[in-house]
T-cell receptor
């Protein structure tokens, strides 16, 4: 019973490039959350998705960031034209309705040079 | 808006010492409260939870009691081990405000033998 799978674990990009972070939720989970963790800070909510729907994107920066969760395949967090300030750990979590339990992936560490 | 405030770390203890990590919250409704733990290089794992006032969550020797009168959910353990070294996050889910967990900044615990 695989957990939440995120890849890559580490991603290095130069300023101006695009970053694509992937998240496969646990089997049977149809809700996905993305969080960003900056050094010395807690996790900040970014976006909440269900299959083919963005439910809440109130935590997403208005520009350069987008997220999707297609009917088939993983959820994708896309950052265009990355800047150094985007360097952070990005965590995905999938949600189990019956007990409000969030299951987290191991995260993707994005480093922007 | 809703928020979670944790004591700042790092907390450094010797093995078998008593642990308290303070957590207070602000919420508009009647939130569920959680403690998550993050071991080095891993994602967050649910440690314990409480869903209503006076509930006590417990797991692996850790305990926290939901105190509505003081809006607190302090984490305690009677005798810490080296393996408890990790970052601990307090979080809330205010069902009136949506389903995204709101996290504190995290408290780093370092236990030495």
């Amino acid at each position: 019973n695989a957990g939440v799978m995120q890849n890559p674990r580490h991603l290095v990009r130069r300023r101006g490039q695009e970053a694509r972070l992937r998240c496969s939720p646990m089997k049977g989970h149809s809700h996905v959350y993305w969080y960003r963790q900056l050094p010395e800070e807690g996790l900040k909510f970014m976006v909440y998705l269900q299959k083919e729907n963005i439910i809440d994107e109130s935590g997403m920066p208005k520009e350069r960031f987008s997220a999707e969760f297609p009917k088939e395949g993983p959820s994708i967090l896309r950052i265009q034209q990355v800047v150094r300030g985007d360097s952070a750990a990005y965590f995905c979590a999938s949600f189990r309705d019956r007990d409000e339990k969030l299951f987290f992936g191991s995260g993707t560490q994005l480093s922007v040079l | 808006g809703d928020s979670v405030t944790q004591m700042e770390g790092p907390v450094t203890l010797s093995e078998e010492a008593f642990l308290t990590i303070n957590c207070t919250y602000t919420a508009t409704g009647y939130p569920s409260l959680f403690w998550y733990v993050q071991y080095p290089g891993e994602g967050l794992q649910l440690l314990l939870k409480a869903t209503k006032a006076d509930d006590k969550g417990s797991n692996k020797g850790f305990e926290a009691t939901y105190r509505k009168e003081t809006t607190s959910f302090h984490l305690e353990k009677g005798s810490v081990q080296v393996s408890d070294s990790a970052v601990y996050f307090c979080a809330l889910n205010d069902h009136q405000a949506g389903t995204a967990l709101i996290f504190g900044k995290g408290t780093t615990l370092s236990v030495s033998s």
